[in-house]
């Protein structure tokens, strides 16, 4: 079984929410990024989503954003995020996820970079602009090197294509709560709760939803309805503040682990 | 009109020209644009849909637009005869109101209220602003920061026509950075609003729906260009930022073996990274904005800055129908540079009494350069895309501080 699999079976039979994080690699930089991956895993993050930085990220709202800006500005770029990756995997135990356009993909080449994140202990890889539709090349490289083929859910999803996800993706399925770009709310939407039960209806696959979430009271709400909550934007929030700052490790700790009560 | 002759060429085969095209883009945008394609392919069957957008390019456009025989251009390049279409003679100045109306009509048959668009050079964002005017729908432009400035004379047409200019000054804040805010409206409020995507770029169907919409300015010269000359011409030449004109005048001659098609690209100041615009001379295939296409674009897969003198080339990818028909051949993408598109500005002007837009002189340089090529009893057909009422004070800030280095 994937690791992506026992932890959600795990969660599963303990009864808990999952927590699902998102981090920019590369911001501030790549060291400090290795160094917060494993505060995160420390904490009890179940799974570690890795954001690859991209010029146009067309789906992210401002605080990812900018937080794309700092990161390319530190010279990340792929190749380099899986290095680093490869680097500390084996003191991370959640399993790690990444999250990109397709353009870096294939800019690598995939052949090249499904062989580096097989060699940098990659779990599942999640690409925000490719709908199953367009990705049966990505998905098929993908599950021969044992890597995980995340797909999104939106509100505006139809159910036959709930289906076709659940079909074609493994690992988990990732339900976008509410509509528009990825950034900080304050409440969780109804439509959270809307897709979630349309998802359960159609399979069994673990599902994480996200979008807006920030407070342990929204992981809470989410876990009604869902086996792991995503928190992106509002931990990237806490890196860009202590960005720079000696503190910006133990800080990220302490979000994560008020988030988890 | 029937719809047969109104589209009818050759469809993408599931989105995709070739191996270009496609449809990628986040989920939430998966659903609506499946609708919008949906719509589409019943509307342009639909007599009365097809009906009433012929009766607004008739009477509310201006449609047909010349075909005008351009005498002194033609002696002064020392080649063929030079025949160009006017599409600068338009309602609102260029031919973007061509696809303007045809999207604004077909959200409105969808039950949509509100219209989002980008802009480059603000003549979409005109053209948008007044198509949503004329059928009474909210339209909210977004444009990058850098283009305001340069077209600053658009951005109040586009206030005075009832439309929300948004100021986008992230990336290059230019049309790429419009694009991408005008896609994040979208994704936001994807059941109340429409995005009038200006170009024949993005997801499927946008390429293809643009190209029908604009397809008209072919199907119009190819039959003035019969009756004024008697045959077909040589070539048929078009400026390609993203290539909504080129592809809608290329559309008419696809199946004419015989005539060369030309797209000319922004050359900027040099083939140098950052500052130019021109994708086939040093892009390479990648997937931007909803659509796999050539891009420039650095080795990691970022998108690189551009530069043109016009701000409507002034972008990273090209329209995917145009990387099919340069990669089987069937047309092909020279560029001219910032400095050979001013001088043709002027020429244009003086030879002929037409001021271009910056744009379009892109075309015209082309075929002062080159229209010695072709030998003396070639017909060229050239696309005048728009005027050049909105580039003048750019080209007279140029000028006047070309002089004050020149003495």
């Not at chain 2, 990336?171 to 994040?184: F, H, P, Q, V």
């Not at chain 2, 994807?190 to 604009?214: C, I, K, N």
Request: net charge negative.
């Amino acid at each position: 079984m994937s690791r992506i699999s026992e932890r959600f079976k795990a969660l599963r039979a303990r009864h808990e929410t999952g927590l699902v994080t998102y981090i920019t690699a590369g911001d501030p930089d790549l060291e400090r990024t290795a160094g917060i991956m494993k505060r995160l895993d420390k904490a009890g993050a179940d799974v570690i989503e890795l954001g690859v930085p991209f010029s146009d990220p067309l789906a992210d709202g401002p605080v990812i954003q900018r937080a794309t800006e700092r990161a390319l500005a530190a010279g990340t770029t792929l190749p380099k995020v899986l290095a680093m990756l490869a680097g500390i995997r084996a003191d991370i135990s959640a399993p790690v996820v990444i999250f990109s356009y397709a353009n870096p993909i294939l800019r690598m080449g995939l052949d090249r970079f499904v062989e580096g994140a097989r060699q940098a202990g990659v779990d599942g890889v999640l690409t925000l602009d490719m709908p199953p539709e367009e990705g049966e090349a990505f998905r098929s490289a993908f599950t021969g090197a044992g890597i995980e083929t995340i797909f999104l859910l939106s509100p505006t999803t139809t159910v036959e294509r709930i289906r076709k996800a659940s079909e074609l993706g493994s690992g988990f399925l990732y339900g976008i709560s509410r509509l528009g770009v990825t950034g900080v709310r304050d409440t969780v939407d109804d439509s959270a709760r809307e897709l979630a039960e349309r998802v359960k209806a159609e399979t069994a696959m673990p599902l994480a939803l996200g979008f807006g979430l920030s407070r342990p009271e929204h992981v809470k709400a989410v876990g009604q309805w869902a086996d792991a909550a995503v928190v992106g934007s509002a931990l990237v929030k806490v890196i860009a503040e202590h960005g720079q700052a000696p503190g910006l490790l133990d800080e990220v700790e302490r979000y994560v682990r008020w988030l988890r009560n | 009109m029937a719809p047969s002759s109104w589209f009818g060429r050759r469809d993408p085969v599931g989105g995709y020209f070739g191996a270009f095209g496609g449809r990628f883009v986040p989920e939430t945008l998966v659903a609506p644009i499946q609708a919008l394609e949906a719509e589409y392919l019943k509307a342009r069957c639909d007599p009365q849909f097809v009906a009433e957008l012929q009766r607004l390019l008739e009477h509310y456009v201006g449609r047909e637009t010349p075909l005008w025989d351009a005498r002194r251009l033609s002696a002064a390049c020392g080649g063929g005869r030079i025949l160009l279409k006017r599409e600068d003679l338009t309602h609102t100045g260029a031919h973007k109101i061509n696809n303007a109306l045809g999207q604004a009509l077909l959200a409105q048959r969808m039950g949509k209220r509100r219209i989002v668009a980008e802009t480059g050079a603000g003549q979409h964002g005109v053209a948008s602003a007044t198509a949503c005017a004329l059928l009474g729908l909210e339209c909210v432009v977004y444009m990058g920061t850098e283009d305001m400035h340069r077209q600053a004379l658009n951005v109040f047409r586009m206030r005075l026509l009832g439309a929300t200019v948004v100021g986008v000054d992230s990336g290059s804040c230019t049309l790429k950075d419009a694009i991408n805010e005008a896609m994040r409206d979208w994704v936001a409020r994807p059941d109340d609003t429409h995005y009038l995507l200006g170009s024949a770029l993005g997801p499927h169907p946008y390429p293809l729906m643009v190209r029908e919409f604009q397809s008209v300015i072919g199907r119009e010269a190819r039959r003035q260009c019969l009756a004024q000359v008697g045959r077909l011409p040589d070539a048929v030449i078009a400026c390609v930022g993203g290539g909504s004109n080129a592809i809608g005048i290329f559309d008419a001659f696809i199946d004419d073996a015989n005539v060369v098609l030309i797209g000319v690209e922004a050359g900027g100041e040099a083939i140098r990274s950052g500052r130019h615009a021109a994708r086939f001379a040093g892009g390479a295939a990648g997937v931007l904005q909803g659509t796999r296409t050539y891009v420039l674009q650095d080795e990691h897969g970022n998108i690189e800055a551009t530069h043109s003198v016009s701000a409507g080339l002034d972008y990273a990818a090209v329209g995917p129908e145009h990387a099919y028909l340069q990669e089987t051949g069937r047309a092909e993408y020279p560029y001219a540079t910032d400095a050979e598109a001013l001088d043709a500005f002027q020429q244009l002007a003086r030879l002929e009494g037409i001021i271009p837009a910056l744009e379009s002189a892109h075309a015209i340089a082309y075929v002062l350069k080159s229209a010695r090529r072709f030998g003396p009893d070639t017909v060229l057909l050239v696309n005048v895309s728009g005027r050049g009422d909105k580039d003048v004070q750019t080209v007279e800030q140029i000028l006047t501080e070309a002089d004050r280095v020149a003495n």
